[in-house]
């Protein structure tokens, strides 16, 4: 059957969608509507460009409407063509020309909603000044470097992944740095608080100002410099940078889906909304946590592109079953890496989870190698089944594949007892006869042990 598909919004999930569906069926008539000029942004690469390891933003886009409309015959990428209304019951958008002002209605039988999310803009007043600017989109990274360049002091508000990433970035290029965080611990949804200390004493020691337990409130400015008041005072820059989350874009589905509090659009387990020929993907929906069985809301590209990888085969009748996330994700911090999978020991204790922890520091080869460096591992497993709920890894070494190993894990819902004796290959350039993940399984299991008699 000849299919008539909507795409709206083109970045990570839209671009996987669209690719998708058209390797398998590329006689679909395709419209994908995307409000800005371009598709495919890489944001995960900002604070790279910023601090002047990549070159050139340019490079940060990986397809072209062309490159979509290759894939079939009847193929559309609408640029700047914002979609202003869904109408779910007639099967029909409403798109705007944004060149020219124009409006005209598409029909489809099915769409996909790929519309991702807004960074959150947190409760202060001034935040549309033209010295405090937002990070997500190449816009905002253009206009990010053009205006750091007279600036000699920048704050970063957020200290989550992208706050910490922008202030590593600005201190590397030697600018002063103020990172400002409210009242979570610096990274708090992705390590446990001995580890947020040490990373915030490694930002301390390159010379970044941290403002824990502040609030930002408004900002102000004038020619040269930005006034951010907070409830500890006032806090003077030349430049802001608001990174403090994000949240789903979805407003032009409502009341026609399904969708969570936060306004995350609930899906099933092959993409699919409430409403049959409406499929959803990336940062518009909740995704399915493993470590709680949940939703959960965890806008990142690896949800995205596989979410959205899904959408396109699924809406032909695949039944590409989605298996959910741990929310893996990992950060350069200098000479360091943090990569980390699941629950926190405090996000699970959150959930009421009955939780513990165990941390371990380790080299992660044998001492007779001409050089060796330490991890710092943290496993958090549920008490009750020993199910493995979470792990934070930071080191100098590269162990980024620790954290996806133990994702893996976490969704086969295996326990510590597993980890414990899983095969592991021993190769002294690698590893130890006993692998570092195999150690921290053995030193969890002793901890669940003792804690039983
Ligand atoms: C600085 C930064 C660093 C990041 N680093 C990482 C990382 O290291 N690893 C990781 O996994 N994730 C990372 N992320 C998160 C990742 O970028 C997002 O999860 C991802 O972009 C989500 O893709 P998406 O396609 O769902 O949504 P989006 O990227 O939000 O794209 C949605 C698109 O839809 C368009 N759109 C919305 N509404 C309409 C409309 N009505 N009409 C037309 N078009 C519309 C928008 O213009 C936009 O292009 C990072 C994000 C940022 C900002």
Request: aromatic residues 8%; contains cysteine.
């Amino acid at each position: 059957m000849l299919m008539k598909v909507v795409v709206v919004g083109c970045t990570h999930a839209g671009t996987a969608a669209v690719r998708e569906l058209l390797t398998r069926h590329p006689e679909t008539e395709v419209d994908v509507f995307e409000r800005r000029e371009d598709i495919s942004f890489l944001s995960c690469g900002i604070a790279l460009y910023l601090e002047g390891t990549v070159g050139r933003l340019e490079d940060m886009f990986y397809a072209t409407p062309a490159s979509l409309e290759a894939l079939g015959a009847k193929v559309h990428v609408h640029l700047k063509h914002d979609v202003l209304s869904i109408d779910a019951a007639d099967h029909r958008v409403v798109a705007e020309d944004l060149a020219t002002g124009q409006q005209q209605h598409y029909q489809y039988d099915k769409l996909i909603m790929t519309t991702g999310s807004y960074p959150v803009i947190p409760p202060i007043s001034g935040v549309s000044i033209p010295r405090v600017l937002m990070c997500k989109s190449y816009d905002d990274a253009r206009k990010i470097k053009e205006s750091a360049k007279d600036a000699d002091k920048i704050a970063i508000v957020g200290g989550g992944y992208i706050g910490v990433e922008l202030a590593e970035a600005y201190s590397r290029n030697h600018k002063q740095v103020i990172l400002i965080n409210g009242v979570s611990p610096l990274l708090s949804h992705y390590v446990d608080l001995p580890l947020s200390k040490e990373i915030a004493s490694v930002l301390t020691k390159r010379g970044v100002e941290l403002k824990t337990n502040t609030i930002a409130r408004h900002f102000d400015s004038d020619a040269k410099h930005v006034f951010i008041q907070t409830d500890q005072g006032e806090i003077q820059a030349d430049l802001a940078v608001v990174c403090v989350g994000f949240r789903p874009m979805t407003e032009l589905l409502v009341g026609q889906v399904e969708m969570n509090p936060d306004g995350a659009i609930h899906v099933n387990d092959y993409m699919q909304t409430s409403n049959p020929d409406i499929y959803a993907a990336g940062d518009a929906v909740a995704v399915h946590f493993n470590p709680t069985g949940k939703d959960a809301y965890a806008p990142l590209a690896t949800n995205a592109v596989r979410q959205g990888k899904m959408a396109g085969a699924n809406i032909f009748g695949q039944n590409i079953k989605y298996m959910g996330t741990q929310a893996t994700s990992a950060l350069k911090l200098y000479d360091h890496s943090l990569a980390v999978t699941g629950l926190t020991l405090a996000h699970a204790k959150r959930n009421h989870l009955p939780a513990a922890s165990v941390t371990m520091t380790d080299d992660f080869r044998p001492p007779f190698m001409p050089h060796t460096v330490k991890i710092t591992m943290v496993l958090v497993y549920d008490t009750r089944d020993r199910r493995i709920l979470g792990a934070q890894f930071y080191s100098e070494y590269d162990i980024a594949n620790a954290a996806n190993l133990i994702s893996v894990m976490i969704q086969n819902r295996n326990t510590i007892d597993q980890l414990a004796y899983v095969d592991m290959l021993f190769n002294p350039n690698y590893d130890k006869p006993w692998h570092y993940l195999n150690l921290l399984g053995q030193l969890a299991v002793m901890q669940a042990d003792n804690a039983k008699v």
